[in-house]
């Protein structure tokens, strides 16, 4: 797969083994790829080749790090059809979140994660509650979930 894709991108031009159908793209076509980076948030992802890195334009999307423009970007994720969580919670999960972030040793809660904890307080979890529970499901096997607790406890 690797080799037919640096076809296409050296080349302009698509081979369809299956066929031996040689396809030509439209020349508005664009190719977008997305990965995790091999950091500490993604252990297990690999880092991508040389090859095939040198063939695309790398974009880093870091972590929101205003808390209130990750607050408003949650806040319209999880309530924007009806109420899920009000702000003041949303406030304390993103201030947590961040704090994860900071701290090499803890496990690291995205955006994305912030959205499944507001699904489980949707289904009537305690924000607590739901905020440990995410924090276990993305720990790695180095990581203690327990060790972040205590500093939840200021938060929520």
Known sequence: AAMALHRLLNEGKLLVKAHGEL???HPSARIVITMN???REYRDSEPMNSATRGRFRALEQPYI???DVELDTLDAQVN???RVVDRGT?????QFAHQTRQNENWPTLSTRNLVIICEHIEDGAA???AIKNEVWAVAEPNQYPEDTYETLDDYV
């Open 127 to 129: 924000p607590k509650a």
């Open 90 to 94: 949303l406030r304390k999960v993103v």
């Open 80 to 82: 924007s059809v009806y």
């Open 65 to 67: 790090q205003d808390i």
């Open 37 to 39: 980076p091999p950091t």
């Open 23 to 25: 396809v030509e793209p």
